[in-house]
Structure formats: C-alpha cells, structure tokens
C-alpha cells in the first residue's frame, strides 16, 4: 500500500498555472492507477485526471480537457498534475488518489481507494 503527499497549491491568478505533485511512499508505485480529485466548497468531490500503471493512458474530466496534464514518473514514485489558463472555478482542495491495478489499461474513477491530505489552489479574478 502507497501513501500520498501532495505538493505545489497556492494561489494564482486567472490564467495563470500550477503545478501539483503527489509523492508516493510504500511499494509498487508503478502497479498503481493515480488520479486527481478536486472538492470546492459546498460541492462534491469530482474526478480531474486519471492515469494508468505505465503513463499510457490518461482521462480526463470535461472541464479540464485541453488545460490540465497528468503525467507520473515510476523511477520517482510521483504524479503530477500540470493545470494551465486556471480558472476562478478551479479553486478546490486537490487531492491524489490512488488503487491497485497492476497492468490494467483502464482508469476507472470509481475504484481510487486510497487518499493524501489534499492541497489547497485558489484562483482570483
């Protein structure tokens, strides 16, 4: 089992860009599906990025396609989130998420189990 700590929130203005990176400690990291999450105030935590064991494959949701950029590096046992042109409604709390799938291509939002404290990007106008 991996633990996750997150880096690189803050604030930005609109338009500008951050870059957010999840470490992870424990075993494995490669035979593990990585994602990112956001939760803004008083709305239910949503699905940003997915991606799988090996890089491969990535997914994203709707409102970020075309900004944002997942990517991991095995040999350094991170992911990052790379987040362009931001928006005020980008401000959350993001945080990595992670589940067990060794080799399996696809990213499936549902099954992430396994959760870091999470970090703070606020976006002004």
């Known amino acids: 089992q991996v633990q996750l700590v997150e880096s690189g929130g803050g604030l930005v203005q609109a338009g500008g860009s951050l870059r957010l990176s999840c470490a992870a400690s424990?075993?494995?990291?490669?035979?593990?599906?990585m994602g990112w999450f956001r939760q803004a105030p008083g709305k239910e935590r949503e699905f940003v990025a997915g991606?799988?064991?090996?890089?491969?494959?990535?997914y994203y949701a709707d409102s970020v396609k075309g900004r944002f950029t997942i990517s991991r590096d095995n040999a350094k046992n991170t992911v990052y989130l790379q987040m362009n042109s931001l928006k005020p409604e980008d401000t959350a709390v993001y945080s990595c998420?992670?589940?067990?799938?060794?080799?399996?291509?696809?990213?499936?939002?549902?099954?992430?189990?396994?959760w870091g404290q999470g970090t703070q990007v606020t976006v002004s106008s």
């Open positions: 998420a992670a589940y067990y799938a060794p080799l399996r291509s696809v990213v499936s939002a549902g099954a992430f189990d396994l």
């Open positions: 424990g075993r494995s990291f490669s035979s593990y599906a």
């Open positions: 991606i799988n064991w090996s890089g491969g494959r990535t």
